[in-house]
């Protein structure tokens, strides 16, 4: 709206009787100067010869024009009074209901407009709250984490204030189920005591499961870089060089549509680290990082449910249903409750019919790749008491059973058709799948293909492979023993030294010719190294000991 000018805007103006040189006919000037002057005289002795009001006409005239100032200004009061009043409401009602941001002209001094990622996601709005309910999963019943960690990580300015995240709303996907935690009062996954998510059992899981200093400066490090390259939308992309970063790091990612892929992953380390909406010092980054991931939801060309499939990839549909589904399974927010349920409805429509597994596009058979982080996916979905159809269960084990190299199981193929070819990355994929879907410790075909695995030990650049043996081997050992101790130590070690300690890269990863590390780049590193080295804490449903042991119901 146009500002109205004030008087002080207005140009300067001569209000001085200009003089302007009037034609004469060619008469002298003095004359017509004369002239003028008496015709004026004339004028005024005519105005004066004209008689003046009697005094009562003079008087009524006064107070005619005194009674109508009385008039209107006794008329007007009233109206005026209301006017300021309503005025006054409004503003206040105004700055209730969208409040200043505290820091926002902090923001503004700190961060240059260039500095920022300007991207904003434009997807179809995603409504579920039409949704039709089938079965009602149980509800959870947990208890809120109020400790915080209270390490002093600096991280990006921006990050303190982002844009705001546009209403979600959740619309007819014709859900197969969704809980009836929508309405209910939820708030933390419900873990074995010695695996709380404080700061005191977090510092006595490092200890006792063979973290160490070292390993939990290099975790804030990490958490500080991730929080630092978060998109003002509460996105990440896998190319990470926009906001603050300008390319300042390096190495980034060539998968040019990441959203979906990108946000969830970087999610993830912050909620292994026991970082909610509501608790931590990145409460305010997650926030926004799971407001961006619902908002990224699309309903599907095919299936039910919602999709977070970048690019069409199933890849990234399983990273983005693990965050949602450990996210509300470790706070109950009912904002969260929908969402996860059509992700995972999503997952059960996506399965092939023939060999139940998953790969890229809909039901398109599968690889044990991608089947492991569906796998993976309905398991937290499970530990979170979401609907789950056991035939899908059933499906994803028939997959592992076509996948594996022999008739124990100790390892597991890209496909089944390249059974021939052991692959270690795909072998730690599924047999961790096969402890999550059922598996005992007893078992011969888990005990010889976990061994193999301890004895190859960790890779130098496959963080991939890294990630899921990790998370095998302390599976099977409950992080003790000789195992895991070699393991963990090689790992945890090479680890923290091979993390970025300087200049803007501070607190990442990034290693040449490892495991998709191209596609991924330096977010995809960090995210994975950051996880490997959070495995002690068990803060994520999915990380618990005793996750292998909930068994899906039949």
């Known amino acids: ?10 140009p300067n103006i001569d ?3 200009a003089v302007v040189d009037t034609p ?15 015709d004026r005289k004339d004028k005024r002795g005519a105005k004066a010869a004209k008689p003046a009001p009697a005094a009562d006409e003079e008087d009524d005239f006064l107070d005619d024009r005194g009674n109508f100032i009385t008039r209107f200004l006794n008329n007007s009061a009233g109206w005026m009074l209301s006017l300021i009043v309503h005025m006054v409401l409004i503003i206040v009602l105004a700055l209730w209901v969208f409040p200043i941001p505290k820091s926002f002209d902090t923001l503004l001094a700190a961060v240059k407009g260039e500095d920022i990622s300007d991207e904003i996601v434009d997807v179809p709005e995603v409504d579920f709250s039409d949704v039709q309910v089938e079965v009602d999963p149980e509800q959870l019943d947990i208890q809120p984490d109020t400790e915080v960690i209270e390490e002093e990580v ?15 709303e959740l619309s007819d996907f ?28 977090r510092a006595a899981l490092v200890r006792a499961k063979g973290g160490s200093g070292e390993s939990e400066e290099a975790v804030e490090a990490a958490l500080a870089w991730l929080a630092a390259h978060q998109n003002r939308d509460g996105t990440w992309h896998i190319d990470h060089t926009g906001g603050e970063c300008q390319g300042q790091c390096g190495n980034p990612g060539d998968i040019e549509n990441s959203l979906k892929s990108a946000t969830a992953l970087a999610l993830l380390p912050f909620l292994g680290a026991g970082q909610t909406r509501y608790d931590g010092k990145y409460k305010d980054v997650v926030g926004r990082g799971l407001d961006a991931l619902v908002r990224l939801g699309e309903k599907p060309r095919q299936g039910a449910g919602a999709s977070w499939a970048d690019g069409g990839t199933m890849y990234a549909h399983g990273l983005a249903s693990i965050a949602l589904c450990e996210a509300y399974g470790m706070t109950g927010e009912s904002q969260l409750a929908l969402p996860a349920q059509a992700a995972i409805d999503y997952i059960v429509s996506s399965q092939n019919p023939n060999d139940g597994g998953w790969r890229y596009s809909f039901q398109q058979a599968g690889d044990t790749s991608v089947v492991g982080w569906q796998i993976m996916a309905l398991k937290s979905a499970h530990l979170a008491k979401l609907n789950v159809p056991f035939s899908t269960v059933e499906g994803s084990s028939r997959f592992l059973d076509f996948a594996q190299i022999d008739d124990y199981g100790t ?37 010889d293909g976990t061994a ?17 043996a990790a998370q095998l081997i302390f599976q099977m050992t409950n992080g003790t023993g000789p195992m895991w101790r070699e393991w963990n130590t090689k790992l945890r070690d090479y680890l923290v030294q091979k ?17 998709d590390t191209d596609k991924g780049g330096r977010l995809y590193c960090t995210a994975l190294a950051c996880m490997t080295l959070e495995v002690y804490y068990r803060h994520m449903p999915l990380y618990q000991t005793d996750a292998v042991d909930m068994e899906f119901p039949e």
Not at 26 to 38: D, S, Y
Not at 157 to 167: Q, R, Y
Not at 413 to 434: E, F, H, I, Q, W
């Open 1 to 10: 709206m146009a500002k109205a000018p004030s008087s002080s805007d207005l």
């Open 15 to 17: 209000t001085s009787v």
């Open 24 to 38: 004469t006919n060619g008469k002298p000037a003095a004359k017509v100067a004369a002239k003028a002057k008496a």
């Open 154 to 168: 600096s991280f990006s300015p921006f990050n303190e204030e982002m844009a705001a995240a546009a209403p979600v």
């Open 174 to 201: 014709g859900l197969s189920a969704a809980p009836d935690a929508l309405t209910a009062n939820i708030n933390a996954f419900d873990g074995n005591q010695f695996e709380g998510r404080g700061h005191a059992s």
């Open 411 to 447: 390892g597991y193929a890209y496909t089944p058709d390249a059974k021939a070819n052991y692959r270690p990355s795909t072998s730690a994929v599924g047999l961790l799948c096969r402890m999550y879907l059922g598996w005992k410790k007893d078992n011969q075909g888990l005990i």
């Open 452 to 468: 193999r695995i301890a004895e190859r030990g960790p890779s130098a650049n496959d963080f991939y492979y890294n990630y899921y």
């Open 499 to 515: 993390q970025d300690k300087q200049g803007h890269q501070k607190g990442s990863w990034y290693v040449d010719h490892g495991h």
